[in-house]
């Protein structure tokens, strides 16, 4: 059985830091991209970053360009988003996810973490 968890996630002050890890179990993701969604209360999910197969290429939502910073661990077959200069507007759960489809970007995920609430106050 597949398995994507998340931790990390927690209560931080605006301009702190957090680092999230997605582990994932039962499969080996090594060969495809994989990527990280947020979903903050009463709005939709929405795209955070992503990292192709063997991390040469990353994507990231304009809203957390030059703040947040994807990376991956094959060996591990974990994925981390290490976030900076948190702001309020951060606020939200936190998803991982996996597209078995493609090695390079996340466009129809497959496979979804049961997310991580991340809250920063201001």
């Known amino acids: 059985q597949v398995q994507l968890v998340e931790s990390g996630g927690g209560l931080v002050q605006a301009g702190g830091s957090l680092r999230l890890s997605c582990a994932a179990s039962?499969?080996?993701?090594?060969?495809?991209?994989r990527g990280w969604f947020r979903q903050a209360p009463g709005k939709e999910r929405e795209f955070v970053a992503a990292?192709?197969?063997?991390?040469?290429?990353?994507y990231y939502a304009d809203s957390v360009k030059g703040r947040f910073t994807i990376s991956r661990d094959n060996a591990k077959n974990t994925v981390y988003l290490q976030m900076n200069t948190l702001k309020p507007e951060d606020t939200a759960v936190y998803y991982c996810?996996?597209?078995?489809?493609?090695?390079?970007?996340?466009?129809?995920?497959?496979?979804w973490g049961q997310g991580t609430q991340v809250t920063v106050s201001s």
């Open positions: 996810a996996v597209d078995t489809t493609s090695s390079t970007v996340v466009n129809t995920p497959r496979y």
């Open positions: 039962g499969r080996t993701f090594s060969t495809y991209a």
């Open positions: 990292i192709s197969w063997n991390g040469g290429t990353t």
